[in-house]
């Protein structure tokens, strides 16, 4: 299987096929962090990034809390 | 009290603009605020996994945390990115609403702050909204749920203080939810003469900063703060203009 073509904060990806969000978040070096993912406009709750599975042309944002007034 | 809930201290603070954590931190503690607004943004793919984030630094045991909009131009980026505020700190629901209409003068879109708020409030979320001084807007804002008013003084990070009292007066003598001063503050006299004006609040970020100490600065805001409070409370004298009155007996004078 061809790796998937996916889009994350902007860039692309190539992530193995068949990878979740919890593959991907574990791929970035985020898995534990405090993060919010949303997925093509939906927003994957932290309880589901067992269950989903990434798709070709998947536009993520995976977005922290950073310092603001 | 906001949203049911009460806090002892009156300023609220963003975490913007400083030199390091540690700076933030050391402000923060010093302004003595219980609420601190942060911003929402992508993170950095790719950096150091281990550097230290800002909820480590500021942990959300330790303070109420107020995500922002700040830099969101339309009701739709504003509504994604607090949905995404509420996933990232385990289904939070005080937010602070500002949907910005120009990008030099920072000033709020009211059309679509106001088309957010309706959808937000709907939604669950408890909405502090950042506004123009419109006590118009104002009103309608609070009648779609907001659970506080927040006022521009002046531009945001412009440090121009107290630039409408008048307009200030108005919303906060109508307004039956607080009515924080959001944006303007400079120094430590104007979060004084905001609180002297009966806000509930204020909410500052650039005042603190960008001082050239920005901890001993949070201290002076924590105590203007505490000093506009206590003079609005007690209620001043009436200014009597050209007329003047000695403090001292008026008898018994020698010679």
């Known amino acids: 299987m061809s790796p998937l073509r996916i889009s994350v904060n902007g860039e692309s990806r190539h992530i193995r096929s068949g990878a979740t969000v919890a593959g991907l978040v574990e791929v970035l070096a985020l898995a534990g962090k405090r993060i919010a993912v949303e997925r093509n406009g939906e927003i994957v709750p932290r309880s589901r990034y067992s269950e989903i599975t990434l798709e070709e042309g998947d536009t993520l944002e995976i977005v922290v809390a950073v310092g603001g007034g | ?255």
């Not at chain 2, 924080?180 to 909410?203: F, P, R």
């Open chain 2, 1 to 255: 009290m906001i949203a049911g809930r009460s806090y002892r201290s009156r300023l609220l603070v963003g975490t913007g603009k400083y030199r390091d954590f540690a700076q933030t931190r050391d402000a923060i503690v010093a302004s003595g605020a219980e609420i601190v607004t942060v911003a929402i943004r992508r993170t950095n793919i790719g950096q150091d996994a281990n550097a230290p984030s800002l909820l480590d630094v500021l942990p959300p045991s330790e303070f109420t945390y107020l995500p922002n909009t700040a830099g969101c131009y339309s009701a739709d980026e504003a509504i994604r990115t607090l949905r995404l505020a509420r996933e990232l700190l385990d289904g939070h629901r005080l937010v602070k609403l500002e949907v910005l209409g120009d990008s030099h003068t920072l000033f709020p879109n009211v059309r679509e702050t106001v088309k957010a708020a309706e959808i937000l409030v709907r939604d669950g979320f408890d909405v502090m909204v950042y506004t123009s001084d419109d006590p118009i807007a104002a009103r309608e804002l609070e009648a779609i749920g907001c659970v506080a008013i927040m006022p521009l003084a002046s531009l945001i990070g412009s440090g121009m203080g107290i630039l409408n009292p008048w307009n200030l007066r108005l919303i906060i003598g109508q307004a039956k939810v607080p009515v924080l001063v959001d944006a303007g503050v400079g120094t430590a006299s104007d979060a004084a003469i905001a609180m002297e004006l009966g806000c509930e609040g204020v909410l500052m970020n650039t005042a603190i900063a960008a001082a050239r100490d920005p901890v001993r600065m949070a201290r002076a805001m924590r105590l203007g703060v505490e000093a506009g409070r206590e003079a609005w409370l007690a209620g001043r004298m009436p200014r009597k203009l050209y007329e003047a009155s000695p403090s001292s007996p008026t008898a018994g004078l020698i010679g």
